[in-house]
Nanobody
């Protein structure tokens, strides 16, 4: 059974930092690209960042470039999202997702999803 479990969310003041983790089990993790997405109330789920299976390529939405960093540790089946200089508009539920092979910025491509972790940034 495939499981993706996010952790590390919470409440932080604007300008602060959080580090999200996504722990995977039940799949050949090193063969999967992983993406982070977020969904704010009343809005569609949107792409945040992605990393290829071998970490050669990373991608970010424009609004988080220079503030967020995605990385992975295949030995621990875990992907991280380091979020710095957080803004109130970053408030959302953050989800990680895995796809066998290539990465994508599209929600529809990913086969497996976690339950999400809430990130709230106060002004």
């Amino acid at each position: 059974q495939v499981q993706l479990v996010e952790s590390g969310g919470g409440l932080v003041q604007a300008g602060g930092s959080l580090r999200l983790s996504c722990a995977a089990s039940g799949l050949p993790f090193s063969k999967h690209a992983v993406g982070w997405f977020r969904q704010a109330p009343g809005k569609e789920r949107e792409f945040v960042a992605a990393v290829t299976s071998s970490s050669i390529t990373t991608d970010y939405r424009d609004s988080v470039k220079g503030r967020f960093t995605i990385s992975r540790d295949n030995g621990k089946n875990t992907v991280f999202l380091q979020m710095n200089s957080l803004k109130p508009e970053d408030t959302a539920v953050y989800y990680c997702a895995a796809n066998l092979g290539y990465y994508s910025t599209s929600v529809a491509v990913y086969d497996y999803w976690g339950q999400g972790t809430q990130v709230t940034v106060s002004s």
